[in-house]
């Protein structure tokens, strides 16, 4: 089987409808290949519809909803496929202008994600989330990582950060985090613009769905240690994904087994990690270091 590995994120809708005709395919005891011939189409086609590596034409959907899947939907059923279908066909993107600025990094795919998923659980090795970063923060991140960019251009991601700060407030979606030791130190900026950022940490744990906990240094050797990632869960029956960002590309790994591995290296990371609080020894500490 292929691995569910890609650069370019497919539109929630999709994938949501690509579960749903594989769930119908192993419901109907019929081969990927069976389906096919019923349908009339190519079985590799059929297969990329299912890994929502491509999208669907009405006509195919109605072909697999009238043939192989007939007995097996209801009429409310087929028609939450074919909403899901215009949702896919219909979807917008908000940040298509700024495309230039995403496409080195596929970030335009990670924001496709973000914005539909349900939940977030992110480990962070050497930066602070940019989910709780504040503008000067975020600013000098982009800058140090992204040499390529104008300053206009820096000013637009640092906006884009900010918008999606927002929205995760505004929609109350939940946010765990594990953050590194080392990632509280890391003198991203100097002085006060690193100690707001560090109260900032303390303000957000504040919020009833942000939980945010400080893996110490003396943990030593774990998973983690492999980078940075994000984990987003979806409505049901869209499964979740794992994006994991790289200085060539970024990907998302969408194979069931990938992901309980990130899921489970996650939950031992977070077991082992400390809760942050509004008293938290150890983000004072380093305040009280910037201070000195």
């Known amino acids: 089987m292929a691995q569910t590995k890609s650069t370019v994120a497919a539109s929630v809708p999709r994938r949501e409808l690509a579960q749903v005709l594989k769930d119908l395919r192993a419901a109907s005891g019929l081969t990927l290949k069976e389906v096919a011939e019923q ?11 299912e890994r929502a590596t491509r999208g669907i034409s009405e006509e195919l959907l109605r072909k697999l909803l009238d043939r192989p899947y007939a007995r097996l ?14 949702a896919d066909l219909t979807e917008e993107d908000p940040y298509k202008r700024h495309s230039s600025l995403l496409a080195p990094t ?41 040499p390529d960019l104008s300053k206009r251009g ?51 744990v504040e919020y009833p769905f942000v939980s945010v906990s400080l893996l110490p240094m003396t943990t030593g050797c774990h998973a983690g240690l492999y ?15 794992v994006w994991v960002e790289g200085l060539a590309e970024s990907t998302y790994f969408a194979k069931q087994d990938h992901v309980e591995r990130y899921t489970t290296a996650f939950e031992s990371l977070w077991e082992r990690a ?18 000195t």
């Open 106 to 146: 596929q970030y335009g795919g990670y924001l496709k994600f973000e914005a539909g998923a349900v939940a977030l659980s992110a480990y962070e090795l050497a930066l602070l989330p940019g989910l709780l970063q504040t503008e000067d923060y975020a600013s000098a991140v982009i800058e140090g990582m992204r």
């Open 154 to 204: 820096i000013a637009t991601l640092v906006e884009i950060r900010m918008q999606r700060q927002e929205r995760l407030i505004g929609a109350g979606k939940e946010f765990r985090v594990v953050i590194d030791e080392a990632a509280v130190r890391r003198p991203v900026v100097a002085g006060d613009p690193m100690k707001r950022q560090l109260n900032r940490l303390i303000e957000v």
């Open 39 to 49: 349908a009339g189409v190519d079985h590799g086609h059929l297969s990329r519809v």
């Open 274 to 291: 400390l809760p942050l609080t509004a008293d938290s020894d150890l983000v004072a500490k380093v305040i009280k270091e910037l201070h």
């Open 227 to 241: 980078g940075s990632f994000m984990i987003m869960d979806f409505p049901e029956p869209t499964p979740s994904v």
């Open 73 to 86: 939907v209801t009429a409310d059923e087929q028609s939450r496929a074919f909403e899901l279908l215009r």
